[in-house]
């Protein structure tokens, strides 16, 4: 439900009554992955959605009764062959749907009013519901935030409550939504708990370095795409706020030194458009050594052939110099600077997904392939 914060932080502000429908699991080719939402208020307004169009209506219909009722509701939705009015997924995957009432008397509707505003803020928090266990927990919330702080509770167990703090970290830490089985007292025995964690953490920071004007279209599409966009060049007749509008940072500075100051995790990612040795080599020599999600160079293959050469002899290793994709983007035959912008976030999207970059017709691979799975999460 934290993809659609923002309207749900200004409902909780004016003291509205919603229902929010959210993805649990996934399986097949399901159209919308765990976290993804979709709420109704008691005017019956919506915003969000679970499936594309699918089940939109059957699922605005239950969050009309989980509004009404009080009571959360668990509800599975698959494809069927048999009757074609039936209510169902066409693509032919299933998803699980947890409908949870937030109104003024729930109990947890102070949890869930901290994770809005959190997500609405940028602020790192995760919201932990439980969708499966023993009857008294189900419908049970807290949000956790990056310090170990909380709010809400699990019936007053505070074991329960250690360990779930602890799950609800972990993912934090990885940037995850996903489901998570612990034991009801706590312990990894017992009866199982299945836990829904959904995250909320500052957008991935996307960095352009060479402020071209292919880097003017590639700062829209990171944008389009969620990232925090940084672009930066040495030279200050180029990189300007007049040429960058859409950037949420503009930085006059070597690129090199500007990454050895900057922030970056395992989100980040890097795309190097100068293709001018002098800021190319301490560049990437630099880049290739972090821990970052993707870096890449803008180049012909002469250029890439030179670069890596100059990067050789700067002493980058050949087990670093594989992470680079160069040259930059997809072969979709791109030649304008929108073009070669969604060439790159085409290769950014593969990359990051494990996906091929393959045309879809004829292939036999998944359409919505299952996200990669982390040691402290699963995929239903």
Not at 6 to 18: I, T
Not at 19 to 26: G, H, R, S
Not at 89 to 99: A, E, P, R, S
């Amino acid at each position: 439900m934290l993809d659609i914060a923002d309207e749900l932080h200004r409902w909780v502000g004016r003291g509205r009554d919603f229902a929010v429908a959210t993805v649990v699991a996934v399986g097949g080719s399901a159209p919308r992955q765990p976290g993804a939402a979709l709420a109704v208020d008691t005017e019956g307004t919506a915003v969000g959605s679970v499936s594309g169009g699918c089940v939109e209506g059957a699922v605005y219909e239950l969050c009309r009764q989980a509004l009404d009722e009080g009571r959360p509701l668990l509800e599975r939705f698959g494809h069927s062959d048999e009757d074609a009015f039936a209510v169902g997924l066409t693509c032919g995957g299933v998803i699980d749907i947890l409908i949870t009432p937030v109104r003024a008397d729930t109990p947890g509707r102070e949890a869930f009013a901290a994770a809005l505003r959190a997500a609405a803020e940028g602020e790192p928090a995760a919201l932990v519901r439980v969708v499966d266990g023993p009857a008294p927990l189900i419908g049970s919330v807290m949000t956790v935030w990056s310090d170990g702080a909380r709010v809400g509770g699990f019936a007053g167990d505070e074991e329960l409550e250690r360990t779930v703090v602890g799950e609800a970290l972990a993912f934090l830490g990885a940037g995850r939504t996903g489901t998570a089985e612990v034991g009801a007292g706590g312990s990894r025995c017992g009866e199982p708990l299945t836990l829904l964690v959904e995250t909320s953490v500052p957008a991935p920071r996307m960095v352009v370095f060479g402020a071209i004007d292919f880097a003017a279209a590639l700062v829209r599409m990171g944008k389009f795409l969620g990232y925090r966009v940084t672009v930066c060049d040495a030279r200050p007749v180029f990189a300007t706020r007049a040429r960058f509008p859409a950037a949420d940072d503009v930085v006059v500075e070597w690129p090199h030194r500007y990454l050895e100051r900057t922030d970056v995790d395992s989100r980040t990612v890097l795309c190097v458009l100068t293709h001018d040795a002098k800021f190319d080599v301490p560049l990437l020599r630099l880049a290739l050594r972090l821990p970052v999600a993707y870096v890449g160079a803008m180049g012909s293959r002469r250029t890439h052939e030179e670069r890596n050469r100059r990067l050789r002899e700067a002493g980058v290793p050949e087990r670093e110099l594989a992470r680079l994709r160069s040259p930059i983007g997809l072969d979709l035959g791109a030649r304008t600077p929108e073009e070669v912008a969604v060439s790159i976030a085409s290769e950014i999207i593969a990359h990051g997904r494990g996906g091929g970059g393959r045309p879809l017709t004829g292939a036999r691979t998944p359409i919505h392939p299952q996200p990669r799975r982390t040691a402290s999460t699963r995929s239903s």
